[in-house]
């Protein structure tokens, strides 16, 4: 089996005086979409979410010859993130290290540790990497592959995936990234999706939409980001939705 580590790492931030971290969403997205896979569960172990900044010294202490390690990259973790690759790579130098999110650019191809970038959504992409680091096949320095067609992988919540990390951690309040849709009609420049100009909105069925909220409500969330770029632009299906947030944060710590 090949290990691979996810790493999505945060500071605490403070929300109604309580520290909470927000749980690693993006990565846990592409491991819960490649989870389907039996190649891929039958030659690659998810060890371990790496979802805070720790010292980059503990982090490598603790690593079992990570076969791959996934940085999800975002302004507030970019330098800690290239820090941590460049330590990793030095020390386990047959490593895949792969750069994705919002600062997963072209820019980054310049450090010679990083092995390869995923630009876009990348569940598909991830599981093309999978594939060919199983196959000893080579692999491709930029991903840019075209959008999921339906949006029916399973949610990392309900999946379990963070169920370790919050078992862990009881004393922490959590923080919960969700989407019920992806895409966008507009093109604003200060909008992450503004690099998918003019994309057809692709909605996750309701159900697990309805699951995920309860599953906060369950969990010991406090404060969820809906990561939608138009929340409400489909009025009957968004006020049912926004009634569902409502009836979780009645019946527990949601906000």
């Not at 800690?80 to 997963?104: D, M, R, S, T, W």
Request: hydrophobic fraction near 35%; proline fraction near 4%; charge should be negative.
């Amino acid at each position: 089996m090949k290990n691979v580590y996810m790493f999505q790492p945060q500071y605490a931030v403070e929300i109604r005086k309580e520290d909470t971290y927000w749980l690693p969403y993006s990565v846990g997205c592409l491991w819960s979409y490649c989870s389907q896979f039996k190649d891929i569960t039958d030659n690659f172990e998810l060890k371990e979410f790496i979802f805070r900044r720790e010292d980059p010294a503990d982090i490598l202490d603790r690593l079992d010859n990570p076969a791959v390690c996934v940085f999800s990259c975002y302004i507030w973790n970019e330098r800690y993130n290239l820090h941590v690759a460049q330590l990793i790579k030095e020390k386990y130098p047959e490593c895949i290290i792969e750069f994705g999110g919002p600062q997963g650019t072209k820019h980054l191809l310049k450090h010679d540790f990083i092995d390869t970038i995923i630009i876009s959504e990348g569940e598909e992409s991830f599981y093309d990497l999978l594939i060919k680091i199983k196959n000893n096949e080579s692999i491709e320095r930029l991903y840019t592959k075209e959008r999921i067609e339906v949006l029916d992988f399973p949610s990392p919540y309900q999946s379990g995936l963070f169920d370790d990390i919050i078992q862990n951690n009881p004393n922490v309040m959590w923080a919960m990234t969700m989407e019920t849709n992806r895409g966008c009609p507009h093109m604003c420049t200060y909008c992450d999706w503004g690099g998918m100009t003019y994309q057809k909105i692709k909605k996750f069925d309701l159900d697990r939409v309805k699951q995920d909220i309860e599953w906060a409500g369950n969990h010991n969330v406090g404060f969820i980001f809906n990561a939608d770029a138009n929340f409400g632009i489909f009025r009957d299906r968004d006020v049912e939705i926004a009634k569902m947030f409502r009836a979780a944060a009645d019946k527990g710590n949601l906000e």
